[in-house]
């Protein structure tokens, strides 16, 4: 039986220090006379955000600084809100992925007649909603070229995401230089959200020629810049590089798709109220060791790829480096190693297991199948 498969972008992406001096241009393209900029009252105290107004000139616009992490549906709602009684034609998410996603949740959820319940799942979201433009503030989500919003689901104490093709930008300007301020922490979060994004997608069962080479490409790069990056926060050449890896792992997993670390992230995320890139970081070790046994050779090429001497080793021993060199590129950048460091209660396990096990949307995606059971093992080696 023959296969095809899609390979899915924002519709027009722009890339590199002088990318945000762009919207200039794109506007008028795109026919925007009232944009509405989705961000958050950091980036705006920070001086961020006046990058994107010079470029809006004589405009009308309205700013939303309403954004948080780890945003829940209640923000979707009141910024919908502003979008509405503003007049507003278009959105601009400026900021991390929450930002971003917030202005993704509020383009699908404005043409709709219903709850914005309704629209979680996939390809509920029935029409294009107004234009969407996005810029990212961070080097971690990729969800400026991605087609899924996550939000905070507080009463279910879970993430829950708005999936479908008419969430993707119609443009996405990356560029390094609004990532200058992003506190050294958030570099680290956003940093390793990017591997998984990289790593799951190389290792999905949904991985083709094209989102492997954006992953292992990824892989290399956030290998050498994130420290980098890190140690120095106005390097900007590891910032350009993290926002190319980031970019590159973004649409390596916006068509691959993710898989174990991130299912088992939204319950201990969505319960404790753990940063979403931490949250990955934290388990990703120790989902890499328990998906080795399905993928040892793909497991040896990110070995490779992270810059492991891997020449005359068996596949199993370059795997086993890997887990070894992905535990370490974490320490370096200082993520806490432990849920227990986070205050997460032993006993709420087997009830995160018992969750993430029915996230069938990203586990499906996983190299190996897992049970309940198997998850709470992974959790526990986590602890």
Not at 14 to 22: D, H, R, S, Y
Request: with cysteine.
């Amino acid at each position: 039986m023959m296969t095809t498969s899609a390979f899915k972008i924002a519709n027009k992406l722009l890339t590199g220090q002088g990318a945000v001096e762009q919207l200039a241009h794109e506007l008028p393209r795109l026919n925007i006379t009232n944009p509405l900029i989705v961000t958050d009252a950091i980036l705006i105290k920070s001086g961020t955000v006046d990058h994107v107004l010079q470029q809006i000139g004589e405009r009308a616009y309205g700013i939303f600084d309403g954004v948080e992490p780890e945003p829940e549906i209640a923000i979707v709602e009141a910024c919908a809100k502003v979008y509405r009684d503003g007049g507003h034609d278009s959105l601009i998410g400026v900021g991390g992925g929450s930002a971003i996603d917030i202005a993704k949740a509020v383009a699908g959820y404005v043409g709709h007649d219903g709850a914005l319940e309704e629209l979680f799942g996939v390809d509920q979201v029935k029409r294009k909603g107004p234009p969407l433009i996005a810029i990212p503030t961070t080097a971690g989500t990729g969800s400026e070229v991605t087609n899924v919003s996550i939000l905070s689901d507080k009463q279910a104490q879970l993430k829950k995401g708005i999936v479908s093709d008419y969430l993707l930008p119609d443009v996405a300007l990356v560029s390094p230089v609004m990532t200058l301020t992003c506190p050294r922490s958030v570099t680290a979060a956003s940093g390793v959200d990017a591997l998984v994004h990289a790593v799951e997608s190389y290792l999905s069962v949904n991985a083709s020629p094209i989102t492997d080479a954006l992953a292992i490409g990824a892989i290399k790069l956030i290998a050498k810049a994130l420290p980098k990056a890190y140690a120095n926060p106005a390097d900007l050449k590891a910032r350009e590089d993290m926002a190319t890896a980031s970019l590159m792992a973004g649409m390596a997993f916006g068509n691959a798709g993710v898989g174990a670390v991130h299912a088992l992230a939204y319950p201990l995320g969505g319960r404790f109220n753990i940063a979403h890139g931490v949250s990955n970081a934290l388990l990703l070790p120790y989902v890499m060791a328990w998906n080795k046994l399905a993928c040892v050779e793909r497991m040896a090429e990110i070995a490779a790829a992270l810059g492991v001497q891997t020449h005359g080793l068996s596949d199993k021993a370059a795997a086993d480096l890997a887990v070894e060199a992905m535990a370490e590129l974490c320490a370096s950048v200082d993520i806490p190693k432990g849920m227990r460091s986070f205050d997460v209660p032993e006993d709420a396990i087997p009830a995160m297991a018992e969750e993430a096990s029915k996230i069938d949307r990203l586990m499906r995606n996983n190299p190996r199948r897992l049970t309940a059971g198997d998850i709470e093992q992974i959790y526990r080696a986590a602890y």
